[in-house]
C-alpha cells in the first residue's frame, strides 16, 4: 500500500515542479480527492449510493473538486489545483493529468435512461485548464486538449486539440500553434525576419499595414481638390478614453 502511495506521488511530483517533497503533495487538493473518490467508488459499487453520495459531498466541500462516486478511474491520476467536475461515467485511464477547472460532462438523454454519456479518457491525456469535454467521446491515448477548448467529438490519439471542437468542426492544433498550452497563455508568432513576437501586435501591425494602402487607395481615385474621407479608426481598443 505505501509502495503504490510513493509511486503516485512521484508520479506527481514528475510532472509538477512546484512541491519539494512528498509531504508537500500529500497536502495537494487533487490527491486527496481522488482518495476520497476510491472511498465512494467502492462504496458506489456495493450499491451504498447514500454513503458514496455523502463521502463525495465531503470531499467536494474539502476540495473543491467533484466527482461522481460511479466515475472509474485509473492509476496515478493527478489533478492540478482543482474546480474540475467529474461525471458518473466518466472513465479516465492511467497517468492522466488534468490541470484547474476542466469539465468532464455528459449529455442529458432525452428518454430519462441514463447508459454512457461522458467521456472516456484513456492512458496519458492531458487536458489544459478551463477545458470542456462533453458527451460519450473517446479522448485517444498521448491526446493533448489545450486550454479553455470545448470538446463534442473524438480526439484521435496523440492528437492535440484547441480551441472548439464540435459536430464535425476539426482545429487541428499544427494549424494555429505548434506546442500544447496546458494554461490560457497568449501564443508567439514570427515576424518577416523570422523574430518571436505577440501575435496580437503581430495582427496589429498587419492591420495598420491594410489601413494606410485603403487611405493610399481613398486618395488616388479621389477628385483633385476634394478632401479624403478617413477610414474608420478601428485600433482603439474597447472601454479606452478618447
Request: aromatic letters at 8%.
Amino acid at each position: 500500500m505505501f509502495d503504490r502511495l510513493k509511486t503516485y506521488l512521484d508520479s506527481i511530483k514528475a510532472r509538477d515542479p512546484a512541491p519539494r517533497s512528498r509531504w508537500e503533495i500529500m497536502l495537494y487538493p487533487g490527491v486527496w480527492a481522488l482518495g476520497f473518490h476510491r472511498l465512494a467508488h467502492w462504496l458506489f459499487d456495493a450499491k451504498l449510493y447514500f454513503l458514496a453520495r455523502f463521502v463525495n459531498h465531503f470531499s467536494r466541500l474539502l476540495t473543491a473538486i467533484d466527482i461522481h462516486p460511479g466515475a472509474k478511474i485509473g492509476k496515478n491520476f493527478f489533478i492540478d489545483h482543482g474546480f474540475t467536475v467529474i461525471g458518473e461515467t466518466a472513465e479516465i485511464g492511467d497517468n492522466v493529468t488534468i490541470y484547474q477547472c476542466v469539465t468532464l460532462g455528459g449529455t442529458n438523454p432525452t428518454n430519462g435512461v441514463g447508459g454512457k454519456r461522458h467521456p472516456t479518457l484513456q492512458d496519458n491525456v492531458i487536458v489544459g485548464s478551463g477545458a470542456q469535454i462533453i458527451g460519450p467521446i473517446i479522448v485517444g491515448e498521448r491526446a493533448r486538449v489545450g486550454a479553455n477548448a470545448v470538446v463534442m467529438e473524438d480526439v484521435p490519439a496523440g492528437a492535440t486539440m484547441v480551441g472548439f471542437k464540435a459536430r464535425s468542426t476539426l482545429v487541428p492544433a499544427e494549424e494555429w500553434i505548434k506546442e500544447f498550452i496546458p494554461y490560457g497563455t497568449t501564443p508567439t508568432c514570427e515576424d518577416a525576419e523570422g523574430n518571436q513576437i505577440d501575435c496580437i501586435e503581430k495582427l496589429e501591425g498587419e492591420f495598420a499595414v491594410l489601413k494606410a494602402e485603403i487611405e493610399a487607395l481613398k486618395a488616388a481615385k479621389a477628385p483633385a481638390g476634394e478632401p479624403v474621407q478617413p477610414s474608420l479608426d478601428l485600433s482603439k481598443k474597447s472601454g479606452t478614453a478618447d
